[in-house]
């Protein structure tokens, strides 16, 4: 669904699916609230807008924040709030599956990344393993029955007592996702067994925080 969101207005919706971290970036909870969506009045025939603009670099990280903050805040004993918890959910668990890929967590073409710099390797590499990244998991999972014991061994218990734990998670899981990035990047290849195994356990792990927190 959030994808289907995303193509309605493609160049306004697509930065809260990633973040073009540089890559020597070391994501923090101050980091995470320097690339937000910010409110900007525009004018157009002589009538104000008020839009909510994304940074351009990418907002995945403090959008995940966002919704665990409006799923923390809603009362679920009213019907239209339990609706807006599940649209909420379906759509936190795709972004933190957008977090746990490293190629959402690293420079892009020739875009700007975060520290304002084009990084033309990189990005070229992103844009030509993107797709095959975004493609690993399901590869692996269909090769190797026993996958899914091994996710459930990697996973861990977290736990979520304010916006600034989840934050902290946030930034384990991108800072692991640029790391492995760098190192595909530098061996020129796709993501290890290993290595998707780990990403996909900290974003399980963190979805099953992230429920257990909002009920």
């Not at 890929?101 to 590499?125: C, I, M, R, T």
């Not at 946030?170 to 290849?189: D, G, L, M, Q, V």
Request: charged content about 25%; hydrophobic content about 35%; glycine content about 2%.
């Amino acid at each position: 669904m959030p994808d289907i969101i995303r193509d309605e207005l493609y160049d306004l919706f697509e930065p809260l699916h990633y973040h073009d971290a540089a890559p020597d970036t070391e994501v923090t909870p101050e980091y995470i609230d320097k690339f937000k969506i910010k409110e900007t009045m525009v004018n157009i025939d002589e009538k104000n807008y008020r839009l909510e603009i994304p940074h351009p670099t990418g907002v995945l990280y403090w959008k995940i924040v966002e919704l665990y903050n409006k799923m923390k805040s809603l009362d679920k004993s009213k019907i239209d709030n339990a609706l807006a918890y599940e649209y909420y959910l379906f759509s936190i668990a795709h972004f933190i599956g957008d977090l746990s890929q490293p190629l959402h967590n690293f420079p892009y073409g020739n875009k700007q990344a975060s520290d304002g710099k084009v990084y033309a390797k990189e990005g070229s590499f992103n844009k030509e393993y993107h797709l095959k990244f975004d493609e690993a998991f399901s590869n692996y999972l269909s090769k190797y029955p026993n996958i899914n014991n091994k996710i459930d061994r990697a996973l861990r218990q977290i736990q979520l007592n304010s916006t600034e734990d989840i934050k902290k998670e946030i930034s384990e899981i991108a800072n692991s996702a640029i790391k492995i990035a760098n190192k595909c990047f530098n061996e020129n290849r796709l993501p290890s067994e290993e290595e998707l195994i780990h990403q996909i356990s900290l974003s399980i792990s963190l979805l099953k925080a992230i429920i257990i927190s909002t009920n």
